[in-house]
T-cell receptor, first 119, second 113 residues
Framework: GAVVSQHPSRVICKSGTSVKIECRSL??????MFWYRQFPKQSLMLMATSNEGSKATYEQGVEKDKFLINHASLTLSTLTVTSAHPEDSSFYIC???????????????FGPGTRLLVL | KQEVTQIPAALSVPEGENLVLNCSFTDSAIYNLQWFRQDPGKGLTSLLL?????REQTSGRLNASLDKSSGRSTLYIAASQPGDSATYLC????????????FGKGTKLTVNP
C-alpha cells in the first residue's frame, strides 16, 4: 500500500519556540493532505485540509496563525506550530489521499505521527 | 452533525476467541466507512474500507459489515491473536464531498496469551 512518512517522529521543545512537522507521500502524489491532532485516549480531530498550491482550509476553532500549513508540492505538506505552549503538546498525524483520476482511491493513508512535547 | 460511537471502549479476551467490535454513526448519508488499527504511539493502518453500496468486506481473519440504514458497522476478528492487540478506530466519510473523515474514539483490544 501507499506510504506516508512524518518527520520528526518525536520532538521536545521549549515554550515559545516554533516546531515544523513534515508529511511526505513516498510513492504517490497527494493533491490533498490532512492534519489531525490526537489527545490521549481520544479520537483524531481534523485540524485542517491542505491542498497543493492553495491555502489550507482550517476547521472551526483551529487558529490558522498558530498552525501554519504549507503544501508546497504534491508529495510534501508541512505543519508549523508557532510559539508553542504546553497545551499544544499532542500527537499530530497527517494523512494523504491520491486523486481518483490518478488511479488513487478514497482511502486516506496515514503517517506514523509526531509526538510533540512542549516544556 | 455526524457522530461516530464505538462500543466497547476497551475489550480484553483470551487468545483464540472470536470477537466483534461495534461502530455506530448518526447520519446514514455516508460515502464509505473505514476500520483502522492504531498501535500505541503510532499512526493509523487502514484495515478495511466499505463503500456505502457494499454490505461487507473481508481481509484474512477480519470481516467488516455495514448496515447503512441503521447506522451500524461491525468488525469481526476471528481466532484472535496477541498481535491483534491495538486500538481499532472506525471512521465514516460523509456524503457531500467534504473529504473529512469522522472518527470514533476507538476500542482498545487486548488479546491475552
Amino acid at each position: 500500500g501507499a506510504v506516508v512518512s512524518q518527520h520528526p517522529s518525536r520532538v521536545i521543545c521549549k515554550s515559545g519556540t516554533s516546531v515544523k512537522i513534515e508529511c511526505r507521500s513516498l510513492d504517490f502524489q497527494a493533491t490533498t493532505m490532512f492534519w489531525y491532532r490526537q489527545f490521549p485516549k481520544q479520537s483524531l480531530m481534523l485540524m485542517a485540509t491542505s491542498n497543493e498550491g492553495s491555502k489550507a482550509t482550517y476547521e472551526q476553532g483551529v487558529e490558522k496563525d498558530k498552525f501554519l500549513i504549507n503544501h508546497a508540492s504534491l508529495t510534501l505538506s508541512t505543519l508549523t506550530v508557532t510559539s508553542a505552549h504546553p497545551e499544544d503538546s499532542s500527537f499530530y498525524i497527517c494523512s494523504a489521499r491520491a486523486p481518483v483520476w490518478s488511479g488513487g482511491s478514497e482511502t486516506q493513508y496515514f503517517g506514523p505521527g509526531t509526538r510533540l512535547l512542549v516544556l | 452533525k455526524q457522530e461516530v460511537t464505538q462500543i466497547p471502549a476497551a475489550l480484553s479476551v483470551p487468545e483464540g476467541e472470536n470477537l466483534v467490535l461495534n461502530c455506530s454513526f448518526t447520519d446514514s448519508a455516508i460515502y464509505n466507512l473505514q476500520w483502522f488499527r492504531q498501535d500505541p504511539g503510532k499512526g493509523l493502518t487502514s484495515l478495511l474500507l466499505i463503500q456505502s453500496s457494499q454490505r461487507e468486506q473481508t481481509s484474512g481473519r477480519l470481516n467488516a459489515s455495514l448496515d447503512k440504514s441503521s447506522g451500524r458497522s461491525t468488525l469481526y476478528i476471528a481466532a484472535s491473536q496477541p498481535g491483534d492487540s491495538a486500538t481499532y478506530l472506525c471512521a465514516v466519510l460523509p456524503q457531500g464531498g467534504s473529504e473529512k473523515l469522522v472518527f470514533g474514539k476507538g476500542t482498545k483490544l487486548t488479546v491475552n496469551p
